[in-house]
């Protein structure tokens, strides 16, 4: 193992400066010259078709600048797939659920802006809605989008092997439903645009993004400019977890309003808008069956899995499928098949979310313990019996190069004392593992991969050019430790200019686990590349081969001999003398089946490497309210490699508060038709730091062949595996099997009586 | 609406604005005092990202009158440490990685320093207890908790391993 | 959020504001410390043209003992009322509800004693954004003819869900308001109307000046117990005080008290009549106190603030019990002596 400056120390973040000091812009906080407020007009029917809007007295308001509608815009549907194009951003035709954009106003101040909204007269018809997944693919459903008949937004069909004849060899068959509501986000900062155009046309836009460059082009194309005159520019984000990855509405409606009225436009989202109008996770219907062997071995599995998947499509193809990858990544099995239906509804868009499918992920392995009790074994065994291994291939065809679930599992147990408490907890407590696997990254065609440029000062130090983007997990500073490792400087030497799209060139964003693998490694390859090149200047000055050199601490020197080294800014200055400007580039493109798409062919290589997570939790539960106190957690994952440890820590700690403490114990989100009942943070019960248990964590080093110094994705295998183990762990407690997530305190309670109830029955 | 004067003090400094009724502590510092260190994240006053101190005291700056803080002296994220540097709590929450996102940070400093300023000494119960009106969605508070123990110069009580 | 656009009044003495009270009348609001209003007006439920600032009238700040009671000044901070070692010793109850309303840094400092009881009621078809609610037609409480949480209900449903206005109701509180014609003192029971619509009986001309606990007896306890999915932030879903009156290990006299059920806290007659004359120590009674408490709480419950009815109701049983215990074991602590 080298020996790192940086790469695997516990490193403070390099942003968090500006962020505790109240320096640090978000989007919300900038301020331009005659900025104006932008407001956006909601449909407050879930289905209806828009007759006729009349912004006429709006516009009388003075103060206000502009008003734009459907008539704005170039009619075009955009999606995220040229199959799932079905979203104006302004649509003409009709409105699809609670909330959706209408018409929107800039005007000087937001008071203004609040009272031009109510000026504007929209005629609507209203039509029938649905809100329920099942009622809308049954016939008579209103039908919400022409083109998709029976509201089936996306059937995602995978089989591989025998699953019949899998079943038919089985010692043990199950099939189980489990549902789960839908989840949101909740990120810390509500939504906002910022967008202003110069007078050459060239548009800056500011926005919470996952992937600047992934706004940029639709952008571009929904306002018919070149892409390179799209400036998507950074900023910074307070959170995404999957919620931010495509273009807003909100994104083309700002830049709408500021090309009209020629001035910056600002648009801050409420917590209500962030909540209905950006994204939500998925509520699900999920039956599993499985089929295993003597051993708890699985032979065969079929899922099928109907997704509320909202007005519109998003993401629908990658959500449709992640639950099932996720499931046959962390586990073996030969026969396998999958239908999954993202199904509309007139309620708000779902999309990508850190948790992927409660109702699967939970289902898949509360589902795996009842088998284990079936037959006599117990969770963590039959865990052990079917977990990945490096090597192996997942049903789908993509090969795993590195995998440490076993690891994962036998450290985690070992931490949780499982032998020691299995079994022999006092009532009302109990204790349970999950396991999940998280892939690190998705096929994105030609934006699948990243390029850096690294470029020198005369001075010594050096800028990171790369899209990169943080929303806050800390990858400008798992940039910085890269450069300043494979540079040889101190991170304060390094700058970074990232995610903004004028300058950096193409990344695919944060939001596939990717930033790591692929931009991480991008900036590695392009500080090599520079290195190679300062060492070919520096071996001719020190008589020395260019592969005996070592660049550290600002020095370049013989390896073995740093008191005879040259300081890089001398070397740089050097090359300048000899015409010799330095920079360094360098691109990753993961190797991953081009032919591989999500419904047409979801077979072959996914992407170049998975994570792999295991979580314990420990709970006791109040017989009297089902109230559950949790006292545990241990969490471990493969990483690959820690890149940081203090980073990857708290990236663990958020997982398990965001998938288990959340996940599984308080939030949902409740409905009166298609208006979200809960969605601020009031009602909507995002955890505490009151209610927080203690949380061990454990990092496990596959060391892939591929990832930067080995390292994977970090953190959603850990949110994904805490949702199932706390739901294990409550399970176990009052030894009833709950299928339906999350598991409140009146879920709980009732299972508890009615097992009272039936325990009295069989004794009387 | 005609404006009316109020005057307070923010940081250590005099302020004097102009401001109608209706505008709110948090805007009036966001907006007029151009401080967008004190952050908008609900607006009715439950995630704690609008926390600022009024005379020492916690108080959400969204559901506050900016006419309300008459004579007050306020303390806001930027005004925390000073010429010589960051306040303890600013450090231990930088060393402790308790810094994610970082939209709630200012909020959990304004609370933490809230509390610090009348305990302290206080035990982790007294800190979960004091930053339980502040949501982040970011960190699962762990190290936020560990960074205020520091800051009060406990030795934080293990309330998470690794390795 | 935006609010919406108000005048400020600023009065600086008591008879100044009951002056502007009396002007600005149905047209004015009381501010004290704003955290329940001000989000109501950001949601558009409330817009008054007159705010009237309490923020110079200290003379309405304090817990004091007068006359075997403790008076305690309407804008006295929850954060002072639950520090006052009076409050501890007589009305424990009180300072336990208090201390679990919302959070710390949200609305002890700034918010009072007096917003706390006159706390308007709660609904998750009515607490929403002015947009939420638009598209249909308004419910009862915002003026309309509908109730959309107990369909085909004539009136409104909302739920009072004011920790201390549980508990002060089991203290047996009274409340004195001012208003330029006068002053009157009531039960704390007679300020709710019953009426979700307008739940509290305080005219738009009066002030509420003084909260008013009777030192019961020496040997008297009180408890609160509430619940909801997160230990703070939240409203309870249910909640429970209790007062008892001890006298040689017996129970002279009790109160208790359930809130978050219906427009107003109830008042459980007939299982505090229950435990008269029964030894502080008999969990039986208190198992039967709390079912009956329960089943004239199952009443009033209606599906609008999140959670099932059916749990929050078999709560009540749950949190009267508990607070019955502790108050009993409180009170055999106090009547054992030293």
Known sequence: MPEYSYIGKRMPRIDSLAKVTGAAKYTADLKFPRMLVGKVLRSPLPHARILNIDASRALRLPGVKAVVTGKDTYGEKWGVFRYTQDQMFLPLDKVRYFGEEVAAVAATDEDTALEALELIKVDYEELPAVFDPMEAIAPGAPLIHDDFPQNINIHVHIEVGDVEGGFAKSYLVREDTFTAAEESYFQGEPYAVVARFDLDGNLEIWMPNAGPHMKAKPLSNALRIPLHKVHVRKIAIGGAFGGRSEISPADFICALLARKTGRPVKIVYTREENTVCTRQGHSMIATIKTGVDKTGRVLARDVTCYMDGGAYSSTGPIATSVPFLCMEQAYKMDSVRYNGYRIYTNKPIRGMIRVHGRAFACGVDTQLDMIAEELGMDPVEIRLVNAREAGEYTPTRSYVASCAMKETILKAAEKARWKEKWGKLPKWRGIGIGCNSVQTGFPMGIRGGSQAIIKFNEDGGATVISGVVDNGQGNDNMLVQIAAEELGLRPEDIQLVTADTEVTPLDPGAYSQVSTFIGGQAVRLAAQDARKKLFQIAARALEAHPDDLVARDRMIFVKGVPHKGLPIQKVIRMGLSQGISVAGEGSYWPKVDPKREWVQNPYGQMCEAFSFGTTIAEVEVDPETGKVKVLEVVAAQDVGFALNPLVLEGQFQGAVAMGGQGGMLTEYHFWDGGRVMNPTQLEYKVPLAIDMPKIHTIIVESVDPKGPYGAKEAGMSIAMSAAQAYSAAICNAIGVYLKDYPLTPEKILKAIREKEEAGEKTHQ | ?163 | ?338
């Open chain 3, 1 to 338: 959020m935006r609010l919406p656009r108000f005048d400020y009044l600023e009065p600086h003495t008591l008879e100044e504001a009951l002056e502007m009270r009396s002007e600005a009348g149905e047209k004015g609001e009381v501010l004290a410390g704003g955290t329940d209003l001000l989000v109501r007006m950001k949601q558009r439920l409330k817009k008054p043209s007159f705010l009237i600032t309490l923020k110079h009238l200290r003379e309405l700040e304090g817990v004091k003992m007068e006359e075997g009671e403790l008076a305690i000044g309407a804008k006295t901070s929850l954060r002072d009322v639950i520090r006052s070692p009076w409050v501890q010793r007589y009305a424990n109850g009180l300072a336990e509800a208090l201390s679990s309303v919302g959070a710390y840094t949200i609305q002890h400092v700034r918010g009072t004693i007096g917003g706390n009881l006159c706390q308007d009621t709660r609904c998750l078809y009515y607490n929403q954004s002015a947009f939420w609610r638009s598209g249909r037609a308004p419910c009862h409480k915002a003026g309309g003819k509908i109730c959309y949480a107990r369909e085909g209900s004539d009136r409104c449903r909302s739920t009072n869900q004011s920790d201390g206005a549980t508990a002060l109701l089991a203290l047996d509180a009274r409340v004195t308001l001012r208003s330029l014609r006068g002053e009157r003192t009531i039960p704390v029971s007679d300020l709710f109307t019953m009426k979700g619509e307008a739940p509290l009986d305080i005219r738009s001309d009066e002030i509420l000046t003084t909260i008013r606990i009777p030192i019961a007896s020496q040997s008297a306890a009180s408890a609160y117990e509430r619940i909801s999915y997160r230990s703070a932030i939240d409203f309870p879903v249910a909640c429970a005080a209790v007062l008892i009156e001890a006298e040689d290990k017996t129970i002279r006299r009790a109160r208790i008290a359930v809130g978050a059920m219906g427009n107003a806290p109830l008042l459980m007659i007939q299982a505090a009549e229950l435990l008269q004359g029964k030894p502080l120590e008999d969990e039986g009674v208190r198992k039967r106190a709390a079912r009956i408490a329960m089943d004239h709480a199952s009443a009033f419950a209606v599906n609008n603030v999140g959670a099932t009815v059916e749990w929050r109701v078999s709560m009540v049983e749950v949190l009267v019990r508990r607070a019955l215990r502790r108050a009993c074991e409180a009170a055999r602590g106090i009547g054992e002596g030293p």
């Open chain 2, 1 to 163: 609406m005609s404006k009316r004067i109020v005057k307070f003090r923010v940081n250590g400094e005099e302020v004097e604005l102009a401001v109608e009724p209706h505008w709110t502590l948090l805007e009036a510092l966001r907006e007029e005092l151009d401080l967008t260190g004190t952050k908008e994240g609900c607006s009715e006053g439950v995630c704690g990202s609008c926390t600022v101190l009024v005379d020492g005291a916690p108080v959400r700056a969204c559901l506050t009158l900016a006419l309300e803080v008459e004579g007050r002296e306020i303390l806001t994220v930027e005004g925390l440490g000073g010429p010589d540097g960051l306040d303890p709590l600013q450090r231990a929450f930088i060393e402790r990685g308790a810094v994610q996102c970082g939209f709630c940070t200012s909020g959990m400093l304004m609370a933490a320093k809230g509390l610090l300023l009348e305990n302290p000494n206080p035990s982790q119960e007294d800190i979960k207890r004091a930053l339980a009106g502040n949501i982040c969605r970011c960190t699962g508070y762990i190290k936020i908790i560990e960074a205020v123990e520091e800051a009060a110069s406990l030795s934080p009580t293990p309330i998470h391993e690794s390795r």
